[in-house]
């Protein structure tokens, strides 16, 4: 099954500041990425499809990049509500998988 | 409104037997694929089992095959999960997960959980 390694474990960052997220994968998933937010003590929640494209009500300052092995989640101007944790997730090849997931913290 | 909303998670002795349940609402139940996905209180994300909208096609992931069924009644909007010969790593909070139509394994929406807790 597919490997997804996330990186890093843990950012710090303060409101206003831009987020990096990488999700690298242990071979091509093409563009099948996909990317979950997660706070605590609540079920994930859809962010991005196909690597790219942003879920229903989802905020224009979430963007998804990348294809093949290299995936980056990037959050332009983090709001006080992005702090949690995100997964990432691969529908390339069966059966799914996620990543370990990053943990965006309040610096 | 889309929900979901499991039951049935408790505490367990190893070698046990726990069945989940899923109560839909707020969307077409039998149009979908709906799955169970885990994680372990801390920890990542674990795709557990899926079945189709009729309930004639069942996986499962490794880990759990031969153990766990998957079930579903379209006329209740329920789906279930019997989980059999229980071990201390299936220790878990069980997510039921509905599938982005077609997407096969975009999970578009997500229940609250119920955890499972496996322990002697």
């Known amino acids: 099954e597919i490997v997804l390694t996330q990186s890093p474990a843990t950012l710090s960052l303060s409101p206003g500041e831009r987020a990096t997220l990488s999700c690298r994968a242990s071979?091509?998933?093409?563009?099948?990425l996909i990317w979950y937010q997660q706070k605590p003590g609540q079920a994930p929640r859809l962010l991005i499809y196909?690597?790219?494209n942003r879920a229903t009500d989802i905020p224009a300052r979430f963007s998804g990049s990348g294809s093949g092995t290299d995936f980056t989640l990037t959050i332009s101007s983090l709001e006080p509500e992005d702090f949690a944790v995100y997964y990432c997730?691969?529908?390339?090849?069966?059966?799914?998988?996620f990543g370990g997931g990053t943990k965006v913290e309040i610096k | 409104e889309v929900q979901l909303v499991a039951s049935g998670g408790g505490l367990v002795q190893p070698g046990g037997s726990l069945r989940l349940s899923c109560a839909a609402s707020?969307?077409?139940?039998?149009?979908?694929?709906v799955h169970w996905v885990r994680q372990v209180p801390g920890k990542g994300l674990v795709w557990v089992s899926r079945?189709?909208?009729?309930?004639?096609?069942?996986n499962y992931a490794d880990s759990v095959k031969g153990r766990f069924t998957v079930s579903r009644d379209n006329a209740q909007n329920m789906q279930y999960l019997q989980m059999n010969s229980l071990r201390v790593d299936d220790t878990a909070v069980y997510y039921c997960?509905?599938?982005?139509?077609?997407?096969?394994?975009?999970?578009?929406?997500w229940g609250q959980g119920t955890l499972a807790t496996v322990s002697p």
């Open positions: 997730q691969q529908r390339s090849s069966w059966p799914p998988t």
């Open positions: 071979q091509s998933v093409s563009s099948y």
């Open positions: 196909d690597a790219s």
């Open positions: 707020g969307f077409t139940f039998s149009n979908y694929w």
């Open positions: 079945i189709s909208r009729d309930g004639t096609i069942k």
């Open positions: 997960v509905r599938e982005w139509g077609g997407s096969g394994t975009i999970f578009d929406y």
